[in-house]
């Protein structure tokens, strides 16, 4: 059984920096892509950063790229998003998510993503 655990999120000021943390569960944490998604109050849910299975390749949505950065430690079955520069328009609930294993590299689409955590509060105060 894979489970994803987040952790990281917060209440920072606007221009603050958080970093949020997924730790998995299970053996096979390296052979599948990661991604972050977040979810404001009355919106839908939006792509945030994605990683590959080795961490070798990763994007981002437009609106954090720049600001933000996705890495994986795959020895420590741990993913990372590093937010710096932070905006109101963060403010989400943030989730990591796991393909299945063997799929090594990412997609946009949530409905792609087999695993998920449970999320983690960002609030950006202005």
């Known amino acids: 059984q894979v489970q994803l655990v987040e952790s990281g999120g917060g209440l920072v000021q606007a221009g603050g920096s958080l970093r949020l943390s997924c730790t998995a569960s299970?053996?096979?944490?390296?052979?599948?892509?990661m991604v972050w998604f977040r979810q404001a109050p009355g919106k839908e849910r939006e792509f945030v950063a994605a990683?590959?299975?080795?961490?070798?390749?990763?994007d981002y949505a437009d609106s954090v790229k720049g600001r933000f950065a996705i890495s994986r430690d795959n020895a420590k079955n741990t993913m990372s998003l590093q937010m710096n520069s932070l905006k109101p328009e963060d403010t989400a609930v943030y989730y990591c998510?796991?393909?299945?294993?063997?799929?090594?590299?990412?997609?946009?689409?949530?409905?792609?993503?087999?695993?998920w955590g449970q999320g983690t509060q960002v609030t950006v105060s202005s």
């Open positions: 998510a796991r393909r299945r294993p063997g799929q090594w590299v990412y997609s946009y689409t949530a409905e792609h993503y087999d695993y």
């Open positions: 990683i590959n299975w080795n961490g070798g390749s990763t």
């Open positions: 299970g053996r096979t944490f390296s052979n599948s892509a």
